[in-house]
């Protein structure tokens, strides 16, 4: 047997280990590590040059062993702030068992999620504060903040989901979320491939 969390709740009070229970896994993504994902590259390579190099997002995952019946669950943190025109975003991705759902919950902040399937439909929802989001099966997901403090985000996805990052790395997502007169607006992306 795979070792296994024991049943917990805790209060949410957005320190990581009371809302995870414990995490065993933790990354911290910077405008370094997403140059192919954010669409203004001269402003990218501006911000680079300038010796900035900030920190776009974080994550904390309780991962469970890559077993079908297990649930990975945790918290993504994205900061504040634009590049050129467009708010900073996660990567996002297709799930690499791509007939896997997943569920997201805005624990704090204001933020957009960006949805899309390789057939060329997309979507977007609100997703920030109390706002619960489902990404069906099939779906690339990119979550962006839209607000002026941190976004906190909880998901849950089946452990043998996996990712790919490839395809959007690749081709990117088919909307950008940019600011316009002070507030967000979805615009297509011109490079979408
Ligand atoms: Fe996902």
Redesign the pocket.
Known sequence: MPESIEPFSNSLNYRIRSVLGKYNLKAEIRLSNLKAFFHYKNDVEKMLAGGKDPLIYEYYENSQPRVEGNLNFGVTIIYPGKVGKEYFLTRG???AKEG?A?VYYGLKGVGIMVLQTKKGESKWIQLGQGQVGY?PPFW??RTVNTGKKKLYIL?A?PSD?G?DYGTIKQKGFSKLVVEERGRPKIVDNPSFT
């Open positions: 991705h297709y799930h896997t997943e990404v690339a997901h998901f996805y989901s990712h």
